[in-house]
C-alpha cells in the first residue's frame, strides 16, 4: 500500500460562487449551476418539511383503528398530498436538481451546464409548479389519491383536481428542461481526457436518468392534461359514463409514473457507487457492468408499467408478459448490489457518515428490491396489490433507496457545496436514528399487509392496530433522524469546521479544485489522465489550477 | 380476523390460498437468505477491511467477468422460478370453472349490493358454502372499486360499464373479512363487509329463509318485457327483426363486418348500451340505445334471463343462433336457472 499524504488548502477568505456576488438578485438571476442547485436545495427541503408533516398525521391517525383524528375527507386529502408533494415536488428533483445540478460540470471539468439560462428557467417553471400545487392545497386540497385514478378524478372527486394537476403539469417542464441539459452537457462538455469510460458513475446514472425524464414526463404531461379536459367539458377518454375506459388511464399513468421510480432511485444508485468507491477507497468493481446496468435499468423501466394493472382487468397475457419484464429489471439492480458488495473486497472502508448511508441504502434497496419481486410474481401480486405491503415495499425503495442516497450525498459533497464541513459526530447519530426509525416504521406495514390491511384506509380493522402502533412509533424516531441533519447542516454552514479543498483525499475532478469552488469551477481547464476511482498519493492528485487569491 | 397457526400470515380459507402462500414462503426465504448473505458478507469486509491507517491505498481489483455472468445468470434463474410459479397459480385461477354459482356483485360509493342467482339479495355481506365454486360476476355504479377477501387470496377491481370476474372455492367455515380494495373517496375504508363461510346444509337453510326474492332472471324477464325488447327479439327471445337470443350466451356470433366473437356479458351489455357497435350479421343497425335508461343492476338482471334462455326454441334460423351445443346459460351446479319458455 503507497502512503497518503494529506494537504491542507484553507480556503475561507477566497473568493468562490457563494461570495463572488451579494444580493437577492445576484441568485434570482444567477445562471451559475451552483447557484441554481443551492435555489432548488431551498426549494425541494421546504415541500419535503411539508411533506413530512402531511406524513405526521397519517401516522398519527392511524394510531387508532377508528377514524377519530381527522374526518375521512381531510384524512384523503391528507395521504394525497403526502404523495404528490414527496413523489413530484421532493424526490424527482432531489439528487438531479441539486447534487446534480451541482456536480455534473464539476465531476466533467466543465464551467457550467451546456445551457445555463434555461437551467434557470427550469428552477423558475418548478416553483411556479410548487406554487400552483400550494394554491391547490391552501384552497381546499385535492383527495384522488397522487395516482389520480379515473373515474374518480374525472366525475366523483370535489376536490382541487385540476389545480394539482396543473401543479404536476408544469413542473414535469422542469424535469424535461434538466435533462435535456445533462445529455447535452455530458455529451459536449467533458474536459479533455475525460472518456466516456472514465466518468464518474454518477455521471452515467444522470445521464440514464435524463433518458428517462425526457422521454417519459411528456406522457404523464398528456395524460394530466387529458384528465383535465375531461372534468372540465366531459368528454369521455377515460368515464364509461360517457364512452371512455377508466383502464386506459392506468396504462397511460403508469407508462411515466413506474419508469419515474427510476428517476428517484438511478441517481441515488448513482451517489452509492461513488460513496462506496471512495469511502474504501477501491476503483468500483464492474465499472461498465454498473454503467450499463443503469441504462438497462433505464429502458427495460419503460416496459414494465403493466404490472400495476395486474388486478385491474388487464389481460391474462398482458399480465403474464408484464410479469416477465418485471422480473427481468431486477436482474440490473441486483448486478449493481453485487459489484458495491464485491467493491469493498479488500478496500480501505471508513465509517464516515456518507459511507453509513451507502451501507444503509444497499441493506434497504436489497429489501426493497427483493419485495418487488414478490409484486411481480402474479399470484401473490393480486393478494398483496393495494395493501401496506405495497406502501411498505416502494417507501423502502423510495426512502431507503432514494432518500439514503439524497442524504449521503449532502454529506459527502456539503464540504465542497458550502466549504464548511458538518459535525461528524451528529452525522453518524442522525444516520443511525433515521436507519432504526426507517425499518421500524416499514417493516410491520410488510407484516400488516400480507394480513389484509388495504392502504389508504382512513378506519381499520383493531387486529392490525399494533402493527400501526409499531409503525407510528417508528415514523417519529424517523421524523426526529430528519429534523437532526436539517439543523446541523444549517448549523454549520457558518459555525462548521472550515473544509480543505479536497478532504477525503479522492481522485474526482470535483476535488481538484477549491472549496467552495470559484464561480468558473476551475481556474484552468483540466486535462484528465487518470481512471476512475484511480487512488493515487496526495501530492498527484493536485488541485487544477491556482486559487484566484493566490494569483493575485 | 382469526390468523392460522403461522405468524404473520392470515386465515387460509380457500382451495388458492395455500398455493398463495406456499409461493409467498418461497419468495420470503429466497428474500431473507439474499438479505441476510449481502447484509453478513457487507458487515464482515466492513469490518475486517476498515481503514487501519489514514493514508494507506488498497491494491486496485479489476472486474471479474466470470462473476459478472455468475451473478447475472443465478439471479435471473431464480426469477424465472419465481416468475413461473406466480404465472401457473395466476393463469389458473383466470379461468372460472363451468359448473360454478354465480353470484352478482355491484359496487356503488360505499357499499357492496351482492344477489346470488337464485335470488337471494344480501348487502355489504356474502354468504357462501364450503366445497362449491362460487363465481362473482362484479360491476360498479360510480367508480372502480376492488373486492379483496384476504382469507382467500383474491382480489379483483370492480369496473363502472365492464363485467369483471373472479372465483372461489371456500375450504373452512368462518366469518371473513370483506374490503374495498381500490380508493374511492370519502368513505372507502367504510366499504367493508364480511364473507360468511358455511357448511353446505347450514348454507341450504339460509337460502330456503330467504325465498320470498325474485331471482335476477325472472326479474330480468319482466324488464324484457317492459321495455319493449319482445317486439324484435321475441317473446321468449325467439328472434325477429333482432337477432335471437335463446342459447346465444357463451357461443359464437359473426357480426356484419365479417368478425367474429363469443358472446359473454361484456358483449350483451355493450350491445343494449351502444347497439349500432358491434351489429350480427343479417341485421340492420335499427336498435335504440337503453344507456341511462337501465341501471347496471338492471343490465344484470337483463343479462340474467337472456342467460337462462335455452337453445330448444325451433324457430331460430339467425345466423346469431349457434349450433345446438351451445347452451351454456345452465351453467348453475346447485341452483338451477328458472327457465321461463
Not at chain 1, 494529506?6 to 437577492?24: C, H, K, M, Q
Not at chain 1, 462506496?276 to 433505464?298: D, E, T
Not at chain 1, 498527484?540 to 493566490?550: A, L, P, S, W, Y
Not at chain 2, 466470470?66 to 435471473?76: A, D, G, H, M, R
Request: include cysteine.
Amino acid at each position: 500500500m503507497k502512503a497518503f499524504e494529506t494537504f491542507e488548502t484553507p480556503s475561507a477568505a477566497r473568493v468562490n460562487y457563494i461570495n463572488a456576488e451579494y444580493g437577492l438578485k445576484s441568485w434570482l438571476l444567477t445562471r451559475d449551476h451552483k447557484r441554481i442547485a443551492l435555489l432548488y436545495l431551498g426549494s425541494i427541503s421546504f415541500f419535503f418539511f411539508i411533506g413530512g408533516l402531511y406524513a405526521m398525521f397519517i401516522r398519527l391517525e392511524l394510531l387508532t383503528p377508528q377514524g377519530d383524528l381527522l374526518a375521512s375527507t381531510t384524512y384523503n386529502k391528507v395521504f394525497t398530498q403526502h404523495g404528490i408533494i414527496m413523489i413530484f415536488f421532493f424526490l424527482i428533483p432531489s439528487i438531479p436538481a441539486t447534487l446534480g445540478n451541482f456536480l455534473v460540470p464539476l465531476m466533467i471539468g466543465a464551467k457550467d451546464l451546456a445551457f445555463p439560462r434555461i437551467n434557470l428557467l427550469s428552477w423558475y417553471i418548478y416553483l411556479l409548479g410548487g406554487i400552483i400545487t400550494i394554491y391547490a392545497l391552501l384552497a381546499g386540497g385535492v383527495d384522488t389519491g397522487w395516482t389520480f385514478y379515473a373515474p374518480y378524478s374525472t366525475t366523483f372527486s370535489n376536490s382541487y383536481v385540476i389545480a394539482a394537476g396543473l401543479g404536476i403539469f408544469v413542473s414535469g417542464f422542469s424535469s424535461i428542461l434538466t435533462g435535456l441539459n445533462f445529455i447535452v452537457t455530458i455529451h459536449t462538455m467533458r474536459a479533455p481526457g475525460m472518456t466516456w469510460f472514465r466518468l464518474p458513475l454518477f455521471i452515467w446514472a444522470h445521464y440514464a436518468t435524463s433518458l428517462v425524464m425526457i422521454l417519459g414526463t411528456p406522457v404523464v404531461a398528456i395524460t394530466i392534461l387529458l384528465l383535465a379536459f375531461e372534468r372540465v367539458a366531459h368528454v369521455g377518454i377515460f368515464d364509461p359514463a360517457a364512452g371512455g375506459d377508466p383502464v386506459l388511464f392506468q396504462h397511460l399513468f403508469w407508462f411515466y409514473s413506474h419508469p419515474a421510480v427510476y428517476i428517484m432511485v438511478l441517481p441515488s444508485m448513482g451517489v452509492v457507487s461513488e460513496l462506496i468507491a471512495n469511502f474504501s477507497r477501491k476503483n468500483i468493481f464492474g465499472y461498465k457492468f454498473v454503467a450499463f446496468s443503469s441504462l438497462a435499468i433505464a429502458v427495460f423501466g419503460f416496459l414494465v408499467w403493466g404490472h400495476h394493472l395486474f388486478v385491474a382487468s388487464q389481460s391474462v397475457y398482458a399480465g403474464m408478459i408484464f410479469s416477465f419484464l418485471s422480473f427481468a429489471v431486477a436482474i440490473p439492480s441486483a448486478i449493481k448490489v453485487f459489484n458495491w458488495t464485491a467493491t469493498l473486497y479488500k478496500g480501505s472502508i471508513s465509517y464516515d457518515t456518507p459511507m453509513l448511508y451507502a451501507l444503509g441504502f444497499i441493506g434497504l434497496f436489497t429489501v426493497g428490491g427483493m419485495t418487488g419481486l414478490f409484486l411481480a410474481a402474479l399470484a401473490v401480486d393480486v393478494h398483496v396489490s393495494d395493501t401496506y405491503f405495497i406502501v411498505a415495499h416502494f417507501h423502502y425503495i423510495m426512502v431507503g433507496g432514494a432518500l439514503f442516497g439524497y442524504l449521503g450525498g449532502l454529506h459527502y459533497w456539503w464540504p465542497k457545496i458550502s466549504g464548511r464541513m458538518y459535525p461528524e459526530g451528529w452525522g453518524r447519530f442522525s444516520a443511525l436514528v433515521i436507519f432504526v426509525g426507517f425499518n421500524l416504521t416499514f417493516l410491520p406495514q410488510f407484516v400488516a399487509g400480507y394480513l389484509g390491511m388495504p392502504r389508504r384506509y382512513h378506519a381499520y380493522p383493531p387486529e392490525f392496530q399494533v402493527f400501526n402502533v409499531l409503525s407510528s412509533a417508528g415514523a417519529s424516531i424517523l421524523g426526529v433522524g430528519f429534523l437532526i441533519p436539517m439543523i446541523y447542516l444549517v448549523w454549520s454552514m457558518r459555525y462548521g469546521k472550515l473544509a480543505e479543498a479536497n478532504p477525503w483525499h479522492l481522485p474526482g475532478l470535483e476535488w481538484r479544485t477549491a472549496s467552495p469552488p470559484p464561480t468558473e469551477n476551475f481556474l484552468a481547464t483540466p486535462v484528465v489522465t487518470w481512471e476512475a476511482y484511480e487512488f493515487a498519493p496526495v501530492e498527484e492528485m493536485r488541485v487544477i489550477g491556482k486559487f484566484r487569491d493566490e494569483e493575485v | 380476523m382469526q390468523t392460522s397457526w403461522l405468524p404473520f400470515i392470515p386465515e387460509s380459507a380457500s382451495t388458492v390460498s395455500g398455493k398463495v402462500d406456499a409461493l409467498y414462503f418461497y419468495l420470503s426465504g429466497v428474500t431473507l437468505f439474499f438479505s441476510l448473505l449481502i447484509g453478513g458478507v457487507i458487515t464482515f469486509f466492513v469490518i475486517k477491511y476498515r481503514r487501519r491507517l489514514p493514508n494507506e491505498i488498497p491494491r486496485p481489483i479489476a472486474g471479474s467477468h466470470k462473476l459478472e455472468i455468475l451473478w447475472s445468470v443465478i439471479p435471473f434463474i431464480i426469477a424465472m422460478s419465481m416468475f413461473a410459479w406466480g404465472a401457473q397459480i395466476y393463469f389458473q385461477n383466470s379461468r372460472p370453472p363451468k359448473n360454478a354459482n354465480e353470484v352478482y356483485v355491484v359496487g356503488k360509493q360505499w357499499m357492496w349490493k351482492i344477489q346470488h342467482s337464485t335470488g337471494q339479495r344480501e348487502i355489504n355481506e356474502l354468504h357462501v358454502p364450503i366445497g362449491r365454486k362460487i363465481k362473482l360476476i362484479m360491476t360498479s355504479e360510480d367508480t372502480i372499486h376492488d373486492f379483496f377477501i384476504p382469507a382467500f387470496r383474491i382480489k379483483a377491481d370492480v369496473l363502472p360499464g365492464k363485467y369483471t370476474m373472479q372465483w372461489f372455492e371456500a375450504t373452512k367455515p368462518g366469518t371473513y373479512h370483506l374490503f374495498c380494495a381500490e380508493y374511492c373517496g370519502m368513505n372507502h375504508s367504510g366499504m367493508i363487509g364480511s364473507i360468511i363461510v358455511m357448511q353446505p346444509t347450514e348454507f341450504d337453510s339460509w337460502l330456503s329463509g330467504n325465498v320470498n326474492q325474485q331471482s335476477p332472471a325472472v326479474a330480468g324477464q319482466q324488464l324484457f318485457q317492459s321495455l319493449g325488447c319482445v317486439s324484435c327479439h321475441g317473446a321468449n327471445g325467439e328472434g325477429g327483426r333482432g337477432p335471437t337470443l335463446a342459447g346465444l350466451f357463451g357461443g359464437k356470433v359473426f357480426l356484419n363486418n365479417n368478425q367474429t366473437l363469443t358472446a359473454d356479458e361484456s358483449y350483451i351489455r355493450e350491445s343494449i348500451e351502444n347497439p349500432a357497435a358491434k351489429v350480427v350479421n343479417g341485421f340492420n343497425p335499427i336498435m335504440p340505445t337503453f344507456q341511462g335508461q337501465v341501471t347496471p343492476e338492471q343490465l344484470i338482471q337483463i343479462i340474467s334471463y337472456i342467460k337462462s334462455l335455452q337453445i330448444s326454441n325451433p324457430q331460430s334460423t339467425t345466423p346469431a343462433a349457434p349450433a345446438a351445443k351451445a347452451a351454456p346459460a345452465s351453467q348453475t351446479g346447485a341452483t338451477p336457472a328458472p327457465n321461463k319458455q
